[in-house]
T-cell receptor
Framework: DAGITQSPRYKITETGRQVTLMCHQT?????MFWYRQDLGHGLRLIYY???????DKGEVPDGYVVSRSKTENFPLTLESATRSQTSVYFC????????????FGPGTRLLVL | AQSVTQLGSHVSVSEGALVLLRCNYS??????LFWYVQYPNQGLQLLLK??????LVKGINGFEAEFKKSETSFHLTKPSAHMSDAAEYFC????????????FGTGTRLLVSP
């Protein structure tokens, strides 16, 4: 199906473990984004990518790693998960331009014990 | 850096009543502004956006927002609330970095009672 998908939808892990969240879009959008959503903070940008092999930090990048070897995929890795990384993670994609609509995936709910 | 402030983390209305969700922005240059809606257990979807073409912007599901430069506001309204409007609403501003790098407000949860 066309659109933007995330996997897994739910994940429970333990502190210190590595976790990778997957994001896939079928529109061939240039830009992709990772956000985390926490109560009282709204959505905060973790990393974004302008194209394959081009990534940059957002507002809260510490503890996260991203890669983008293909236009359609943008995985987010927590190298050593911490309890403070318990959150809901959203991936989004958009075309180029400052008024392009960002299209969001359904989210991944991550619990770090 | 640009930012948006959403007044009221929760707003309660009765079905059929006016919906007013407030958003104020801080920007030294004309901003691009957006309203997104998030239904339970879903991602965000665009309601409407201000791109300087018109100050009154109409969106989906009967929502609209008016850009008021003098008040630095972009409040979201709907004349008559429906039960299906219950959701969380986010205002966002583009940081004018050459592409769409959004800064979101903290969100307002709209509760609609019968």
């Amino acid at each position: 199906d066309a659109g933007i998908t995330q996997s897994p939808r739910y994940k429970i892990t333990e502190t210190g473990r590595q976790v990778t969240l997957m994001c896939h879009q079928t529109w061939s959008h240039s830009y992709m984004f990772w956000y985390r959503q926490d109560l009282g903070h709204g959505l905060r940008l973790i990393y974004y990518s302008a194209a394959a092999d081009i990534t940059d930090k957002g507002e809260v990048p510490d503890g996260y790693v991203v890669s983008r070897s293909k236009t359609e995929n943008f995985p987010l890795t927590l190298e050593s998960a911490t309890r403070s990384q318990t959150s809901v993670y959203f991936c989004a994609s958009s075309g180029t331009g400052m008024v392009e609509t960002q299209y969001f995936g359904p989210g991944t709910r991550l619990l770090v014990l | 850096a640009q930012s948006v402030t959403q007044l009221g983390s929760h707003v309660s209305v009765s079905e059929g009543a006016l919906v007013l969700l407030r958003c104020n922005y801080s920007s030294s240059v004309p901003p691009y502004l957006f309203w997104y809606v998030q239904y339970p257990n879903q991602g965000l979807q665009l309601l409407l956006k201000y791109t300087s073409a018109a100050t009154l912007v109409k969106g989906i599901n009967g929502f609209e927002a008016e850009f008021k430069k003098s008040e630095t506001s972009f409040h979201l309204t709907k004349p008559s609330a429906h039960m299906s409007d219950a959701a969380e609403y986010f205002c966002a501003v583009n940081q004018n970095t050459g592409f769409q790098k959004l800064v979101f407000g903290t969100g307002t949860r709209l509760l609609v009672s019968p």
